[in-house]
């Protein structure tokens, strides 16, 4: 079955740089489960909600400069918050950045490229374990997908 971007969306991928959008679009193609856009670029106002409420870790979030998307993973019309859906959707973003070339980072895997994580949970419990590794807490964001800082600033 094959998906496609609904109008709130591509109204939603306004303002965000054209790179991911097109890794986005893309990924809707090769996806196995739904998805739509939930944010793209944000306001600081929204940007400062977020972190009051804990959902976010900064400020200097990518939202604010459109370098950033939120994907929800769809199922019978909504959105839905299982884990395993969101490897679905992070495996497709996967395959999407390698074919267009485009660096990007996951909210599941902080510290790697999504094109070099390999399969998404296995790469999930790895990121965790090195956290607490280095005595940290590992913050997980599965609907997050941004352009990679060092090519991207």
Known sequence: MSFVLSKKSLDRLSGVHPKLVE???????????DFTVLEGVRSKARQAQLVAAGASKTMDGRHLTGHAV??????????RWDWPLYYKVAEAMQQAAKELG???????????????????????????????????????DGPHFELAREVFP
């Open 102 to 140: 485009v660096p990007i980072v996951w909210g599941g895997v902080w510290d790697k490229r999504l094109a070099d994580i390999g399969d998404p949970a296995d790469a999930v419990a790895a990121y965790v374990a090195r956290r607490q590794a280095l005595g940290k807490k590992a913050f997980i």
């Open 70 to 79: 939120d994907l929800g993973a769809m199922v019978a019309g909504s959105v």
């Open 23 to 33: 890794v986005v679009k893309r990924a809707i193609e090769l996806t196995g489960i």
